[in-house]
């Protein structure tokens, strides 16, 4: 069979489609990375990955640019003769699949792994990209043949609108991980460390994370709160590096490669988010024994069971996020207890064997032992 693998970003790809492309490269398919050139765009061919270039304007919203951007993507799939086209975030999977169907390709699948930031405000622009996004998905999802989620809110809510036929849902635990990779490592030290590892805006319950380090900070002097991620530059919703600089209590890593290293010498991990499609650094934290504090949100409580693995906290509430750490924080056994919970959660829910088994089921595939 020849697959092709639709994204604006080619490390979207990359990062997380690589594992399901090789098995399929290793099972004797054709497969085409679909994506503008770009940092990772030259790799795929060491993988015996094809990788075709075409444009797109990311941020556009322009109708003669996103027409332009079908027409690329229909010049670039029209020769390949596929026989599936898999299509990931918003644009790629409404241009891909009205591209798609151009082309006469057999299959659509389309993956949405969240709904987005505009599900968080209501300005007047955010209604109006809701409004255009819902309007575009319910044309688009009746030409596709299965849409896979990360999570269950989001395809009830437009099961609900009825913008998706429930039978073409597909559910997936995230786009998976490494459990070897992100597996628990001893600590180094006995220092106490509370971490937190997002963009630098506030749709990611920043503020909230340094109002609870705040809180705590004076009950609990030894223990380091800790912040890893960089201002989202161009996003309005963004803190400042001095904003995060100055925040009493709160230690700023900054942008960190060594996430790994961080996560193994963490006690807790914090994601005060207020929505995530799946959240891949609490499925990390969880692999890595960590329990996690989080907030009962769409994406953020697939990966915490309360009281199993870690606590969920209401959306944009300080001082019950600062209640659940503490608990946290005076009790090393429930600590531990959580972390293995965690652990045993991520092993069966989250490997990226369990997800690549998944994606194969849905190509009516299997995997060759």
């Known amino acids: 069979m020849t697959f092709g693998f639709l994204s604006h970003l080619d490390l979207n790809l990359w990062l997380f489609r690589l594992p399901i492309m090789q098995e399929l490269i290793r099972q004797g398919h054709t497969v085409y990375a679909l994506c503008p050139e770009g940092e990772k765009s030259g790799e795929f061919t060491h993988h015996g990955i094809i990788h075709i270039p075409y444009a797109i304007e990311r941020s556009s919203l322009n109708p003669f640019a996103e027409l332009r951007s079908i027409a690329n993507i ?7 003769n596929l026989d599936l086209l898999h299509t990931f975030t918003a644009k790629p999977n409404i241009y891909g699949t009205i591209a798609g169907r151009m082309a006469k390709v057999p299959r659509i699948i389309n993956l949405v792994e969240g709904l987005g930031s505009f599900y968080l405000e209501n300005d007047f622009k955010s209604r109006l990209v809701r409004q255009l996004i ?3 998905y319910r044309r688009v999802f009746r030409l596709s043949d299965t849409v896979m989620f990360v999570n269950h809110d989001d395809p009830e809510y437009l099961i609900s609108k ?4 429930p039978k073409k849902v597909f559910l997936l635990k995230g786009v998976g991980i490494d459990t070897q990779a992100w597996k628990p490592l001893p600590k ?3 220092w106490l460390r509370v971490t937190m590892i997002a963009r630098a805006i506030k749709h990611k319950g920043v503020h909230e994370f340094i109002e609870a380090a705040s809180i705590l900070g004076e009950k609990f002097p030894e223990v380091s709160f800790q912040f890893v991620g960089s201002p989202d530059t161009g996003n309005r919703f963004s803190l400042t590096e001095e904003e995060m600089k100055s925040a009493p209590s709160l230690h700023y890593l900054g942008h960190q ?3 790994r290293h961080i996560l193994s010498q963490s006690d807790i991990f914090v994601l005060p988010s207020y929505r ?3 959240p891949r650094t609490a499925m990390e934290a969880a692999s890595m024994g960590i329990p996690i504090v989080t907030t009962d949100a769409v994406g953020c409580r697939e990966c915490v069971e309360n009281g199993i693995n870690g606590f969920l906290v209401p959306v944009k509430n300080a001082p019950a996020l600062a209640d659940a750490i503490e608990k946290l924080l005076l009790n090393p056994s429930l600590r531990e207890s959580m972390g293995k919970a965690g652990r045993d959660k991520a092993l069966k829910e989250f490997d990226i064997g369990t997800i690549t088994d998944k994606h194969l089921e849905i190509y009516g595939l299997k995997r060759v032992r």
Not at 74 to 80: H, N
Not at 162 to 165: G, K, V
């Open 74 to 80: 229909y010049r670039a799939i029209k020769p390949l």
């Open 134 to 136: 819902e309007f575009l």
């Open 162 to 165: 009825s913008i998706i036929d």
């Open 188 to 190: 180094r030290d006995e």
């Open 257 to 259: 490669e060594n996430i």
């Open 276 to 278: 995530e499609g799946m």
